[in-house]
């Protein structure tokens, strides 16, 4: 199975570990996997602010350069939301003929982590190794965009050693919506305080989610807080075996 | 903003010309009733019960709201009537015009609603009522203020209702009565419950205006199915 | 002086920008309790009834599709509507705009030489800000819907548009009362509050003969006017009084009096959590002898024809006022309904609010969402409010893009640096590099940031941010790509 990282704008820049972890998972399960070189940005930020023009650019650039490839893997799930759900708007706006049809024929190929895991290669049991005390957070687009489903719980609970705590009110947003966490700091704020008294209530040390931007949202906080409590991509945990612990455990 | 004053037809005029050149449609009468019989219609529009299990989840679905259900039959119907008067310690009754005598007993006095003043009403301690059908999903009894079920106010003003619903007229779904009817009614109330508020921090408080004390007889007019 | 103490503008064209409205908002418990707690009850009421209905999704199909057939032959259903309610003995009255509407209004209550009218609630009426209009003409409008009462008496501004008080708690409310009504020893008990409205309004009920309403739907088929209520006040205003006025969107109407068997169904679970409310009143025009001899209607555009035009906005106008979005809104349960500024809240008010503006204020409201999506799952009439959201916020950017203060707003700039960065790849890498460079000077010996200014600060301000690791992920991976060469 032939596979093309895209790892995201911010993933490539804040969480390269997410990255690294997600090449040792795929490659573990013999997954042949190649990154383009020449990628940036699939367009989110600038759409979600209301710059389509800016947006259409780099969603543009995102097509062309994926025509050829087998499938895309995206360990984001807002990315892969951005793609199926405000490209084709995108191109019907301010795209050609072409264009429209080249994301037509890449649209089936475009995958988010876990459905690349559970559809794609048909895994459950990645083989990992993570005896910790998680929560996993269902990040919106995961939710409700991309309908993730139960895969996230499939593959955690074919993690060993792992010990999973449900998250109260999980379908509730943390508020960190992009550039929403600093037009509207304020809100915002009082959106993670809930939720994170949500997260702190499970005493799990570890709170994962596919998607590193709410973790982001999360994570930082807990950290001014001194909370004792810490963030991880949901890819991290799968990479993890005895031998190979995750990175965030060294 | 300053708008200089239009007259009605001319703000009549310029709202119609600003919708249809938002619509952008000529639709003819039989493309536009075309149009309407598409509109996708899954949803459940006949019910799937048994009659016998129709009318207990009606009367199940009114005593969740507190109104008081007793059945009978037919024939025991004006007998069951008088009790329930009874029963409720009031006296003074208004009556639809259609309600028939026999429902009226003269243990009770009786002011049939000829034109009464919303003064005289307030006067009286309940009204008893026919009704149209009754819908059990949601424990609805629909009123369309024919004879029988009397003007708008004798089921408004006083504090006890009750209210005579004939099994044969409940239907399970919300589908099925406007499925029924389609001699359309000029005026209509559906009633679910006696009034309630839940303004003051969504605690429910039941009776607020209209009747609080809601009493149904279930008429069981029908054969076993 | 509002009771609460809090003095919201709900006139979008002088309402504070949504980040700055909210903050006397966040910074008041009491408030923010009482909105939760409210939003908590009709959240767990709704899902716990949409759980039961087996055909809750085709309802909501179906619920779209008559909307949206009857906003995409508007003039055609509001002509018959017009025709069936007048041969029924209405008169139809058409408003172009808040004022023309406010002016109808009064010359027909002069006509009655009316001095009170009573009012079912009626966020329309709202909108074109009726009340104080009436007033100051010398006819006193008196609400009649319990909220609307302890607005009107607390001197309160609605933050919802189903429970308009819902930031008021018991005590408040029982204070209100005893201060108006002169009620001495009032407890706060819902019950003894209900009672004490109860027999404030009997009164008003039988003696004032003019009455005002919105309209929940009008129906073209017979020109009838459908009031879904709970407490009752709606019957009394539309039945006892001699006149009655009837004031509505021109997107309340819908085709056929058969689609309310949809339209009823899908409103009471969303906007309450029943499987219907209490009481619905149905009628046409004038009935001799039972209810109001004059009735009239004036329709509504104020904006509304405009939104009609747009593609993606159309479906706004879907909206039933069932309030289940600001309900299900993350946002909303923090802020409440009064820092949008606007009678119409939460997400619908986000999306509703600037367009009737024509986008000429309440900017800040598309943005005034975090995009999760929540209020679009549970909308019964399948509003993408999420998608219109989007497309108001790049109406905004096209709009203030074009003022030359607007160019060197950390935000623009930002944006434009970003999109250059993406446009090749050599300059993203050159962006990271010096992005890190850059931020090391804020970066702690723990290697996270605490600090950071302009824009920056606003995410510092209650969150750490980890400092740019040293090897972005695609350099990384070249190197070990050269590493197995």
Same mark, same amino acid.
């Given at each position: 199975?032939?596979?093309?990282?895209?790892?995201?704008?911010?993933?490539?820049?804040?969480?390269?570990?997410?990255?690294?972890?997600?090449?040792?998972?795929?490659?573990?399960?013999?997954?042949?996997?190649?990154? #383009?070189?020449?990628?940036?940005?699939?367009?989110?930020? #600038?759409?979600?602010?209301?710059?389509?023009?800016?947006?259409?650019?780099?969603?543009?650039?995102?097509?062309?350069?994926?025509?050829?490839?087998?499938?895309?893997?995206?360990?984001?799930?807002?990315?892969?939301?951005?793609?199926?759900?405000?490209?084709?708007?995108?191109?019907?706006?301010?795209?050609?003929?072409?264009?429209?049809?080249?994301?037509?024929?890449?649209?089936?190929?475009?995958?988010?982590?876990?459905?690349?895991?559970?559809?794609?290669?048909?895994?459950?049991?990645?083989?990992?190794?993570?005896?910790?005390?998680?929560?996993?957070?269902?990040?919106?687009?995961?939710?409700?965009?991309?309908?993730?489903?139960?895969?996230?719980?499939?593959?955690?609970?074919?993690?060993?050693?792992?010990?999973?705590?449900?998250?109260?009110?999980?379908?509730?947003?943390?508020?960190?919506?992009?550039?929403?966490?600093?037009?509207?700091?304020?809100?915002?704020?009082?959106?993670?305080?809930?939720?994170?008294?949500?997260?702190?209530?499970?005493?799990?040390?570890?709170?994962?989610?596919?998607?590193?931007?709410?973790?982001?949202?999360?994570?930082?906080?807990?950290?001014?807080?001194?909370?004792?409590?810490?963030?991880? #991509?949901?890819?991290?945990?799968?990479?993890?075996?005895?031998?190979?612990?995750?990175?965030?455990?060294? | 903003?300053?708008?200089?004053?239009?007259?009605?037809?001319?703000?009549?005029?310029?709202?119609?010309?600003?919708?249809?050149?938002?619509?952008?449609?000529?639709?003819?009468?039989?493309?536009?009733?075309?149009?309407?019989?598409?509109?996708?219609?899954?949803?459940?529009?006949?019910?799937?019960?048994?009659?016998?299990?129709?009318?207990?989840?009606?009367?199940?679905?009114?005593?969740?709201?507190?109104?008081?259900?007793?059945?009978?039959?037919?024939?025991?119907?004006?007998?069951?009537?008088?009790?329930?008067?009874?029963?409720?310690?009031?006296?003074?009754?208004?009556?639809?015009?259609?309600?028939?005598?026999?429902?009226?007993?003269?243990?009770?006095?009786?002011?049939?609603?000829?034109?009464?003043?919303?003064?005289?009403?307030?006067?009286?301690?309940?009204?008893?009522?026919?009704?149209?059908?009754?819908?059990?999903?949601?424990?609805?009894?629909?009123?369309?203020?024919?004879?029988?079920?009397?003007?708008?106010?004798?089921?408004?003003?006083?504090?006890?209702?009750?209210?005579?619903?004939?099994?044969?007229?409940?239907?399970?779904?919300?589908?099925?009565?406007?499925?029924?009817?389609?001699?359309?009614?000029?005026?209509?109330?559906?009633?679910?419950?006696?009034?309630?508020?839940?303004?003051?921090?969504?605690?429910?408080?039941?009776?607020?205006?209209?009747?609080?004390?809601?009493?149904?007889?279930?008429?069981?007019?029908?054969?076993?199915? | 002086?509002?009771?609460?103490?809090?003095?919201?503008?709900?006139?979008?064209?002088?309402?504070?920008?949504?980040?700055?409205?909210?903050?006397?908002?966040?910074?008041?418990?009491?408030?923010?309790?009482?909105?939760?707690?409210?939003?908590?009850?009709?959240?767990?009421?709704?899902?716990?009834?949409?759980?039961?209905?087996?055909?809750?999704?085709?309802?909501?199909?179906?619920?779209?599709?008559?909307?949206?057939?009857?906003?995409?032959?508007?003039?055609?259903?509001?002509?018959?509507?017009?025709?069936?309610?007048?041969?029924?003995?209405?008169?139809?009255?058409?408003?172009?705009?808040?004022?023309?509407?406010?002016?109808?209004?009064?010359?027909?209550?002069?006509?009655?030489?009316?001095?009170?009218?009573?009012?079912?609630?009626?966020?329309?009426?709202?909108?074109?800000?009726?009340?104080?209009?009436?007033?100051?003409?010398?006819?006193?409008?008196?609400?009649?819907?319990?909220?609307?009462?302890?607005?009107?008496?607390?001197?309160?501004?609605?933050?919802?548009?189903?429970?308009?008080?819902?930031?008021?708690?018991?005590?408040?409310?029982?204070?209100?009362?005893?201060?108006?009504? %002169?009620?001495?020893?009032?407890?706060?008990?819902?019950?003894?509050?209900?009672?004490?409205?109860?027999?404030?309004?009997?009164?008003?009920?039988?003696?004032?003969?003019?009455?005002?309403?919105?309209?929940?739907?009008?129906?073209?088929?017979?020109?009838?006017?459908?009031?879904?209520?709970?407490?009752?006040?709606?019957?009394?205003?539309?039945?006892?009084?001699?006149?009655?006025?009837?004031?509505?969107?021109?997107?309340?109407?819908?085709?056929?009096?058969?689609?309310?068997?949809?339209?009823?169904?899908?409103?009471?679970?969303?906007?309450?959590?029943?499987?219907?409310?209490?009481?619905?009143?149905?009628?046409?025009?004038?009935?001799?002898?039972?209810?109001?001899?004059?009735?009239?209607?004036?329709?509504?555009?104020?904006?509304?024809?405009?939104?009609?035009?747009?593609?993606?906005?159309?479906?706004?106008?879907?909206?039933?006022?069932?309030?289940?979005?600001?309900?299900?809104?993350?946002?909303?349960?923090?802020? %409440?309904?009064?820092?949008?500024?606007?009678?119409?809240?939460?997400?619908?008010?986000?999306?509703?609010?600037?367009?009737?503006?024509?986008?000429?204020?309440?900017?800040?409201?598309?943005?005034?969402?975090?995009?999760?999506?929540?209020?679009?799952?549970?909308?019964?009439?399948?509003?993408?409010?999420?998608?219109?959201?989007?497309?108001?916020?790049?109406?905004?950017?096209?709009?203030?893009?074009?003022?030359?203060?607007?160019?060197?707003?950390?935000?623009?700039?930002?944006?434009?640096?970003?999109?250059?960065?993406?446009?090749?790849?050599?300059?993203?890498?050159?962006?990271?590099?010096?992005?890190?460079?850059?931020?090391?000077?804020?970066?702690?010996?723990?290697?996270?940031?605490?600090?950071?200014?302009?824009?920056?600060?606003?995410?510092?301000?209650?969150?750490?941010?980890?400092?740019?690791?040293?090897?972005?992920?695609?350099?990384?991976?070249?190197?070990?790509?050269?590493?197995?060469?």
């Amino acid at each position: 199975m032939r596979a093309s990282l895209f790892i995201t704008c911010y993933n490539d820049t804040l969480f390269p570990e997410t990255g690294r972890a997600v090449v040792r998972l795929l490659e573990r399960l013999g997954v042949e996997l190649d990154f #383009h070189p020449k990628q940036t940005c699939c367009g989110q930020m #600038h759409a979600n602010t209301g710059f389509r023009g800016e947006a259409f650019c780099q969603a543009k650039r995102f097509v062309r350069m994926y025509q050829e490839t087998d499938v895309v893997v995206i360990p984001s799930s807002s990315c892969v939301a951005m793609i199926r759900d405000q490209y084709p708007g995108l191109f019907e706006e301010l795209g050609n003929e072409e264009l429209r049809r080249q994301l037509a024929t890449l649209l089936p190929r475009v995958f988010e982590l876990s459905e690349f895991l559970v559809d794609k290669i048909g895994v459950e049991d990645v083989g990992a190794y993570f005896p910790h005390r998680v929560t996993y957070h269902a990040s919106c687009h995961g939710l409700r965009a991309i309908h993730l489903g139960d895969r996230p719980w499939r593959l955690m609970e074919k993690v060993r050693g792992m010990e999973q705590v449900p998250l109260p009110n999980l379908d509730r947003c943390c508020g960190f919506g992009g550039t929403f966490s600093v037009k509207n700091a304020e809100v915002s704020s009082a959106m993670l305080g809930v939720k994170l008294q949500d997260v702190m209530s499970t005493r799990a040390e570890f709170c994962t989610a596919l998607d590193n931007s709410c973790l982001m949202h999360l994570g930082g906080a807990m950290h001014r807080q001194y909370a004792g409590m810490r963030t991880i #991509h949901l890819a991290e945990i799968l990479a993890s075996t005895e031998t190979e612990p995750a990175e965030a455990l060294r | 903003m300053n708008v200089p004053p239009a007259s009605r037809t001319d703000s009549r005029t310029k709202i119609l010309e600003e919708i249809r050149a938002a619509t952008r449609t000529t639709a003819n009468s039989i493309e536009l009733s075309a149009a309407y019989d598409s509109i996708p219609r899954t949803y459940q529009r006949t019910g799937r019960m048994g009659a016998a299990e129709r009318v207990a989840l009606m009367i199940e679905r009114l005593r969740e709201y507190d109104a008081d259900v007793v059945e009978t039959n037919e024939s025991g119907l004006a007998a069951t009537i008088t009790l329930q008067l009874k029963a409720s310690g009031r006296r003074r009754f208004v009556a639809p015009q259609g309600l028939p005598s026999d429902w009226m007993s003269s243990e009770f006095e009786w002011n049939v609603d000829r034109g009464m003043s919303a003064a005289e009403i307030e006067m009286c301690e309940g009204v008893v009522t026919g009704s149209t059908c009754g819908i059990a999903e949601s424990g609805t009894i629909v009123l369309h203020h024919s004879a029988l079920e009397g003007r708008r106010i004798v089921s408004l003003l006083p504090d006890w209702h009750l209210c005579v619903l004939y099994a044969s007229r409940v239907v399970e779904t919300l589908p099925e009565y406007f499925a029924r009817f389609q001699q359309l009614p000029a005026m209509a109330t559906y009633i679910s419950g006696p009034s309630a508020t839940a303004d003051i921090e969504m605690t429910r408080i039941k009776g607020v205006h209209g009747p609080r004390f809601l009493n149904v007889i279930m008429v069981q007019d029908i054969g076993t199915e | 002086m509002s009771h609460t103490g809090y003095h919201p503008v709900l006139d979008p064209a002088l309402a504070p920008p949504f980040p700055k409205a909210v903050l006397p908002v966040l910074r008041n418990p009491q408030l923010r309790k009482n909105v939760a707690h409210a939003i908590d009850v009709i959240q767990a009421k709704r899902a716990r009834l949409v759980t039961e209905k087996a055909d809750w999704q085709e309802l909501r199909t179906s619920g779209a599709a008559i909307r949206d057939h009857a906003l995409a032959n508007l003039g055609t259903y509001l002509e018959q509507f017009e025709d069936r309610c007048t041969a029924a003995g209405g008169t139809v009255h058409w408003a172009a705009d808040a004022a023309e509407a406010r002016r109808i209004i009064l010359s027909i209550l002069k006509q009655e030489s009316a001095s009170e009218v009573i009012k079912i609630k009626t966020m329309t009426s709202a909108e074109i800000q009726l009340n104080p209009f009436l007033e100051a003409a010398g006819v006193k409008a008196y609400e009649t819907d319990l909220a609307e009462i302890i607005l009107q008496l607390g001197n309160e501004e609605p933050s919802h548009i189903v429970v308009p008080a819902l930031h008021v708690n018991r005590s408040q409310v029982r204070d209100i009362f005893a201060q108006s009504m %002169g009620l001495q020893n009032l407890s706060d008990d819902p019950k003894a509050l209900t009672a004490a409205a109860r027999s404030y309004l009997r009164k008003k009920f039988l003696t004032v003969p003019t009455a005002i309403s919105g309209a929940n739907f009008l129906v073209a088929e017979t020109g009838a006017v459908a009031v879904v209520e709970s407490e009752g006040n709606g019957r009394m205003c539309l039945t006892l009084p001699r006149t009655m006025i009837t004031l509505a969107g021109i997107e309340k109407v819908i085709p056929r009096f058969q689609d309310l068997e949809v339209m009823l169904q899908v409103l009471a679970r969303s906007a309450t959590g029943e499987r219907m409310n209490p009481y619905t009143s149905i009628w046409s025009g004038v009935t001799p002898g039972d209810g109001p001899q004059h009735f009239h209607v004036v329709l509504l555009d104020n904006g509304r024809s405009s939104i009609l035009a747009k593609k993606t906005e159309r479906q706004t106008l879907r909206c039933i006022r069932c309030a289940a979005c600001m309900n299900s809104c993350p946002v909303y349960r923090q802020t %409440g309904g009064h820092a949008y500024g606007s009678v119409y809240p939460g997400p619908i008010g986000a999306i509703l609010t600037p367009q009737l503006m024509q986008m000429n204020h309440a900017q800040s409201l598309p943005y005034a969402s975090s995009l999760c999506g929540a209020c679009y799952e549970v909308c019964p009439v399948k509003i993408n409010i999420p998608e219109v959201l989007l497309e108001l916020r790049s109406q905004v950017v096209n709009q203030e893009r074009r003022h030359p203060t607007k160019f060197f707003d950390p935000m623009y700039l930002g944006m434009r640096a970003a999109n250059l960065a993406f446009s090749q790849a050599w300059l993203f890498h050159a962006a990271q590099f010096f992005g890190r460079m850059g931020l090391k000077l804020f970066t702690g010996r723990d290697g996270w940031i605490h600090h950071l200014p302009s824009l920056g600060g606003k995410w510092t301000q209650t969150r750490d941010l980890r400092g740019l690791p040293k090897q972005p992920f695609h350099t990384w991976w070249a190197a070990r790509q050269k590493e197995t060469k």
